[in-house]
């Protein structure tokens, strides 16, 4: 029987897509579920229509395909609110990079790419390495428990990006609860008090960067916003809905994937001692080690897409128009990818998680994210001789933002 083959009865699919979408434990630790769905339909259809997969061959074949893109108003409407275009929290995101399909992409891409090249991320080093070394030291003469999260892993990539974009440092604290507040609206099926909250903190974060982008107009900087704007090729600029729609983009998956990242890649090892141990006495595992933390446990778990045209996964035909989830996180714990996948390993060789997605969608910032997560590793095993896990975290309740709410420890200086 071909691997792409549907092995289980479309009941028992859906019970555990039901299971995977709804219940708050799969957001903490939603591995299990993905072994059990691949186990027995790699490619799976549910009743809803929508085509869930969970193989990292299927999962890597459809992310590089040309047959595939992105639907927005699909997506949108597959969340059940039939009003969706009075929301302001779905009508921000129709012009955003992530959604668009050649050849707008390839326009907003080849533009927005100018502020993210080689020579520009390697320039940030030095500044990512002190704020990193301002960020842990006041946390060595700190007595008690610490919050890292909320002390570290936040602060770290909302420095970075808010330098990179050209938010002033003392504006950026307030866009941590707003990003999460606006993502609620992308949740299945959002409650009407979610998508209150979304919309308020859709508003707030347009009115501010109308305001900061009107402010770069007048007087150009040396950032992100500034490039942005003078930023043509071929005769080709961004709209100001464009414009808009990507930096605030880039500005909220700069730093929340990011926290992510480095948040349940401390956690996990927290959970593994003994790797802790490894990276501690190696330094120069530390690149390696992201690669693997972003495989055992990725910031962002799914990625939608959409078929162009019919689509041949082996022997099952996915029909052109229908809707189609890639469990990012389900393909990085293959284990006909990765032996012994439940288990982190920071020696593991020819690691390559599909964490940042693939093909034209692949994520902008996944270099600065990894650069970030490197030296925010080697800070810490620098500083402290001893990190301990204080009280057992608490999980965000959404799936495709997987994420910790707050990670408490206790800290021994070097």
């Not at 502020?115 to 940030?124: C, D, E, Q, R, Y």
């Not at 707003?178 to 409650?191: A, G, N, Y």
């Not at 530390?286 to 897409?305: F, I, K, N």
Request: overall charge negative; hydrophobic content about 40%.
């Amino acid at each position: 029987m071909s691997p792409y083959t549907q092995q289980a009865s479309a009941a028992e699919v859906d019970r555990i897509l039901g299971e995977l979408f709804s219940n708050p434990a799969c957001a903490a630790d939603p591995y299990p579920t993905y072994h059990r769905l691949r186990d027995v339909a790699p490619v799976a259809r549910s009743q809803a229509g929508h085509w869930v997969l969970s193989g990292h061959a299927q999962v890597v074949e459809v992310l590089r395909s040309s047959e595939v893109g992105k639907d927005v108003q699909s997506f949108i409407r597959a969340q059940g609110v039939a009003d969706w275009a009075d929301h302001p929290s779905y009508t921000r995101v129709l012009e955003h990079l992530m959604w668009a399909n050649p050849p707008k992409h390839t326009r907003q891409r080849k533009l927005v790419s100018k502020g993210f090249t080689a020579h520009s991320i390697a320039k940030l080093e030095p500044k990512i390495e002190q704020l990193v070394d301002e960020l842990l030291t006041p946390l060595c003469e700190k007595v008690g428990e610490v919050d890292l999260l909320r002390e570290f892993a936040f602060p770290l990539p909302a420095s970075v990006i808010s330098e990179i974009i050209g938010v002033p440092r003392e504006d950026w604290p307030r866009f941590q609860q707003l990003f999460r507040d606006v993502t609620l609206s992308m949740e299945p099926r959002p409650s009407p008090a979610q998508l209150a909250t979304a919309d308020g903190a859709a508003v707030e974060i347009n009115d501010y960067f109308e305001e900061l982008i009107t402010k770069r107009r007048k007087h150009p900087a040396d950032d992100l916003v500034s490039t942005l704007l003078a930023a043509e090729d071929g005769g080709e600029q961004l709209t100001h809905r464009e414009l808009m729609s990507l930096v605030q983009f880039l500005f909220g998956a700069g730093f929340e994937s990011t926290t992510n990242l480095i948040g349940n890649g401390l956690l996990a090892l927290l959970r593994n001692p003994d790797q802790m141990l490894a990276l501690r006495r190696e330094p120069g595992l530390a690149s390696g080690a992201v690669e693997e933390l972003l495989r055992y446990d990725a910031s962002v778990q799914l990625s939608p897409r959409t078929a162009r045209n019919d689509l041949r996964l082996g022997d099952v035909t996915i029909p052109a128009g229908e809707s189609i989830v890639t469990l990012l996180g389900a393909a990085n714990r293959d284990p006909s990818r990765y032996r012994d996948p439940d288990r982190l390993d920071v020696r593991r060789t020819d690691v390559q998680p599909v964490s940042f997605g693939g093909g034209i969608h692949f994520c902008l910032g996944a270099a600065l994210a990894r650069l970030e997560g490197r030296f925010a590793l080697q800070g810490l095993m620098r500083k402290f001789s001893r990190i301990e896990l204080a009280e057992e975290p608490a999980w965000k309740t959404s799936l495709t933002l997987h994420g910790l709410q707050g990670l408490r420890v206790d800290l021994t200086p070097a």
